[in-house]
């Protein structure tokens, strides 16, 4: 039973193009987080949806949508793919006051 | 602002020694307080957290965290190292900024246990 789960794993894909990553959270959690890590392995979170609803917006450029259908889902939609955004991407989730859990990860490559 | 700093970028300890990863913080308020260990090409998984109460808090795997307020530190600990406990740290905290809540991540501390 995997708590967080992402899809796809791996992504590789020409600059222009417009993709999306997928996530999903079966432990009844609130909010859900997408960080972005980077070449350096440094976090930084990106967006936070609580109850369906955009919370936080991290400076993200405008190519970065995310949609939130329902509680358990929030996806991530990349539009005109960039080199500089290749990068591995975690949708986690939380509670108000407990941890966060994470994803396996998407690894972005933009050639 | 609320940071989170860890000082080392990387730690190495031999098999069968303590170790220590260092984390200090900056937050308005309480802290909230974590640690995650990264495995290659894996997420991230929860160690343990400092919410309230005892300032030794006890997690996964054998480690243990130090809460320390006057030093607002929160050093990650274990008695006894592992090969397999190399990994990349992070250290966390639950920061309120805008009226929500969002983790704000040390820059990583990479373990290496040397057999």
């Known amino acids: 039973d995997t708590a967080v789960s992402q899809t796809p794993k791996y992504l590789v894909t020409q600059m222009g193009n417009d993709k999306s990553i997928k996530c999903e959270q079966n432990?009844?959690?609130?909010?859900m987080y997408w960080y972005k890590q980077d070449s350096k392995k440094f976090l930084k979170i990106m967006f936070s949806y609580n109850n369906k609803e955009l919370i936080i917006n991290e400076t993200v450029p405008n190519r970065f949508s995310p949609k939130s259908p329902d509680k358990a889902h929030l996806n991530l939609h990349i539009n005109s793919l960039e080199l500089g955004d290749s990068a591995v991407y975690f949708c986690?989730?939380?509670?108000?006051?407990?941890?966060?859990?994470f994803g396996q990860g998407t690894r972005l490559t933009v050639v | 602002a609320q940071s989170v700093a860890q000082p080392e970028d990387q730690v190495n300890v031999a098999e069968g020694n303590p170790l220590t990863v260092k984390c200090t913080y900056s937050?308005?308020?309480?802290?909230?307080l974590f640690w995650y260990v990264q495995y290659p090409n894996r997420g991230l998984q929860f160690l343990l957290k400092?919410?309230?109460?005892?300032?030794l808090v006890k997690g996964s795997y054998g480690f243990e965290a130090e809460f320390n307020k006057s030093q607002t530190s929160f050093h990650l600990k274990k008695p006894s190292a592992l090969v397999s406990d190399s990994a990349l740290y992070f250290c966390?905290?639950?920061?309120?900024?805008?009226?929500?809540?969002?983790?704000?991540f040390g820059t990583g501390t990479r373990l290496k246990v040397l057999a």
């Open positions: 432990l009844g959690h609130d909010t």
């Open positions: 400092y919410i309230t109460g005892d300032n």
């Open positions: 966390a905290v639950r920061a309120l900024t805008s009226g929500t809540y969002k983790y704000i």
């Open positions: 986690a989730s939380s509670q108000v006051a407990g941890e966060a859990f």
């Open positions: 937050v308005s308020g309480n802290p909230y």
